[in-house]
């Protein structure tokens, strides 16, 4: 039996067959049409149909930024999709003769790496995912934790900077504003001097190896590792993945988290050390987590 699952993004939508593995049998992908919650609607319906034709599935996941109800059911809120509180999985289910789940797509990443990636050896998991913004997924003693309301794990919003710098949800200090790919533009900037820099040249700074650009990834991963400390005081995990597009910088970004974490954390010198690893998933982490999180809830039906 196969599960299948769907990743939403702003520009694409990307959907695969996995396996109980966690192996991807297929995949395919359609342009996101992201301004019509009708649309949206249709791809999802089509992709999950193309890739269930002939196959024997019992369930599939969706995946898609933003805040989900604690039912993975409906979607309360999507930043970049026209959704709100919309009832997505009773919608889906009316056209698919199959069980349906929701959940937000870094919480799924983040079950895949704890299922099938840098996490799986660990029962106590937190993941950082460093793009654009800072997404985050826990995994307390085996099991994903979304909170009271669904709308848990959204760690890019813990406090970091009292009255620091604004951030996208329109609060201020949040580990958002100094811990993303945004922010780690703006420490290039100020490390080459060059206030004109953009993505694609700091980029290939980083490819380079260019000293000036580890030195923006040690000034971001120090914030990171600052939000680490303080995560560890409430959450203990065993292990931190870091993923996302800056965590292609490896032990160049591990190292400055790991250091500022020992330096930050609450009982230094006796607090046991977690390990920090680089998810191993990639683009893949969207959707397998989906699917393997529709395997789970189809196993309870």
């Given at each position: 039996?196969?599960?299948?699952?769907?990743?939403?993004?702003?520009?694409?939508?990307?959907?695969?067959?996995?396996?109980?593995?966690?192996?991807?049998?297929?995949?395919?992908?359609?342009?996101?049409?992201?301004?019509?919650?009708?649309?949206?609607?249709?791809?999802?319906?089509?992709?999950?149909?193309?890739?269930?034709?002939?196959?024997?599935?019992?369930?599939?996941?969706?995946?898609?930024?933003?805040?989900?109800?604690?039912?993975?059911?409906?979607?309360?809120?999507?930043?970049?999709?026209?959704?709100?509180?919309e009832p997505l999985k009773d919608k889906l289910e009316a056209r698919i003769d199959l069980p349906i789940v929701i959940e937000n797509d870094a919480n799924a990443a983040g079950w895949a790496e704890y299922r099938f990636g840098a996490g799986k050896s660990f029962t106590h998991m937190t993941m950082l995912t460093i793009g654009t913004g800072v997404g985050g997924a826990i995994i307390a003693s085996g099991?994903?934790?979304?909170?009271?309301?669904?709308?848990?794990?959204?760690?890019?919003?813990?406090?970091?900077?009292?009255?620091?710098?604004?951030?996208?949800?329109?609060?201020?200090?949040?580990?958002?504003?100094?811990?993303?790919?945004?922010?780690?533009?703006?420490?290039?900037?100020?490390?080459?001097?060059?206030?004109?820099?953009?993505?694609?040249?700091?980029?290939?700074?980083?490819?380079?190896?260019?000293?000036?650009?580890?030195?923006?990834?040690?000034?971001?991963?120090?914030?990171?590792?600052?939000?680490?400390?303080?995560?560890?005081?409430?959450?203990?995990?065993?292990?931190?993945?870091?993923?996302?597009?800056?965590?292609?910088?490896?032990?160049?970004?591990?190292?400055?988290?790991?250091?500022?974490?020992?330096?930050?954390?609450?009982?230094?010198?006796?607090?046991?050390?977690?390990?920090?690893?680089?998810?191993?998933?990639?683009?893949?982490?969207?959707?397998?987590?989906?699917?393997?999180?529709?395997?789970?809830?189809?196993?309870?039906?």
């Open positions: 039996m196969y599960s299948i699952g769907i990743d939403i993004g702003g520009t694409k939508i990307a959907g695969a067959l996995v396996n109980d593995l966690g192996e991807i049998i297929s995949q395919t992908q359609v342009p996101s049409p992201a301004q019509s919650a009708q649309a949206m609607e249709d791809a999802i319906v089509g992709l999950i149909q193309e890739l269930s034709a002939g196959n024997p599935v019992r369930a599939a996941g969706v995946a898609a930024a933003g805040f989900i109800d604690a039912a993975q059911s409906t979607v309360y809120y999507a930043p970049n999709i026209a959704w709100r509180n099991e994903l934790f979304t909170g009271g309301f669904g709308a848990g794990a959204e760690l890019g919003h813990l406090r970091v900077q009292p009255n620091g710098l604004e951030c996208g949800c329109g609060q201020r200090g949040c580990i958002e504003a100094y811990g993303s790919g945004r922010a780690l533009l703006r420490y290039l900037r100020e490390e080459t001097g060059n206030p004109d820099l953009d993505a694609d040249q700091g980029k290939k700074l980083l490819e380079i190896g260019d000293e000036a650009a580890w030195r923006a990834v040690s000034t971001l991963g120090n914030w990171m590792g600052i939000a680490c400390a303080s995560l560890s005081a409430v959450l203990d995990p065993q292990v931190y993945v870091i993923g996302g597009g800056v965590a292609a910088a490896g032990e160049h970004l591990l190292k400055p988290i790991r250091d500022s974490f020992l330096a930050n954390v609450s009982a230094k010198g006796y607090h046991p050390e977690p390990e920090f690893r680089i998810a191993e998933l990639v683009n893949d982490a969207g959707v397998v987590g989906a699917a393997d999180l529709a395997r789970k809830h189809a196993e309870k039906l």
